[in-house]
């Protein structure tokens, strides 16, 4: 379970989306408004839509935060490199092609290790299931201008491929390690966040479309970072439990379902039994 946020009021936007159409007319809203933003940062306006990025939290005051910095973890930051080196000494038998370098670290997110990625999507939809599929409370679905974040924490305007952008270097584990024990010298920023585009390791992957953010070694949520304002593209949108079986009839009749999201026969099953035992259903 991600934390919750506490103190003051928050700077970010934040609206509520009580319907399918309410939800979709806010994406567009954003698609608009962030579209011109990022014609006026790259000086070219061909039309194109802005780059949108949308992550669903079952709990509308959970932080954007990796699972390694949540605080009822028993794995930390600190217990990175050792784990992530016993992640490749073990795993090499299962998978002689694991190699140093992110294809691996990338896989150890994808395998349930706790590491300083955060799941995003670029389908609103998706991220929409990922919120309210076992909602308790009001739920929400993110939306950020990965570009936007990248001017802003390493300014770069444009998405980092870690495989090939020296910028990615410093959030590596060895990188991180060394910062972790005072070997960082000369007084730097400390590292925020920057938008990566991951090799697509699974079917998973491929059919949520996932992306993810990579942080540095401090738990500092992205709607905290001293440069958010209610104008930035980054915004809240709060669905109402109240309104979540409307919603999931809503995604079903878009195609959204637990074999478009889970595309093996885990997700099948599943599937199938909620159509023929209901939508509500525990895990």
Request: aromatic share 10%; net charge negative; hydrophobic share 40%.
């Amino acid at each position: 379970m991600a934390k919750k946020k506490t103190g003051s009021r928050p700077r970010y936007r934040s609206v509520t989306a009580r319907s399918m159409s309410d939800f979709v007319d806010v994406v567009q809203d954003l698609q608009d408004e962030w579209s011109d933003l990022e014609s006026e940062q790259t000086e070219k306006d061909d039309g194109g839509d802005a780059h949108i990025w949308f992550r669903g939290n079952a709990d509308k005051d959970w932080e954007l935060t990796p699972k390694i910095f949540r605080t009822k973890n028993e794995i930390s930051v600190t217990d990175e490199a050792e784990l992530y080196g016993e992640f490749l000494r073990r795993g090499y038998s299962l998978a002689p092609s694991l190699t140093v370098g992110w294809h691996s670290y990338f896989l150890m997110q994808h395998h349930g290790i706790p590491t300083r990625l955060l799941d995003w999507t670029d389908s609103a939809l998706i991220a929409l299931y990922f919120a309210i599929r076992n909602c308790k409370t009001d739920a929400a679905v993110w939306a950020v201008n990965p570009l936007w974040l990248n001017g802003k924490t390493v300014d770069r305007y444009a998405l980092v491929e870690p495989s090939l952008d020296p910028v990615a270097a410093a959030f590596m584990v060895d990188a991180v390690h060394a910062g972790l024990e005072g070997n960082n010298e000369g007084g730097a920023s400390p590292l925020l966040s920057i938008a990566v585009r991951p090799p697509w390791v699974s079917m998973r992957m491929f059919a949520q479309r996932s992306l993810f953010t990579l942080h540095g070694l401090q738990n500092i949520p992205i709607e905290q970072y001293p440069f958010v304002r209610r104008n930035s593209p980054l915004c809240r949108i709060v669905i109402p439990v109240k309104q979540r079986e409307k919603f999931l009839v809503g995604l079903r009749s878009c195609g959204i379902a637990k074999t478009t999201i889970y595309p093996d026969l885990d997700g099948l099953a599943k599937e199938l039994v909620t159509e023929y035992g209901g939508l509500d259903l525990p895990k």
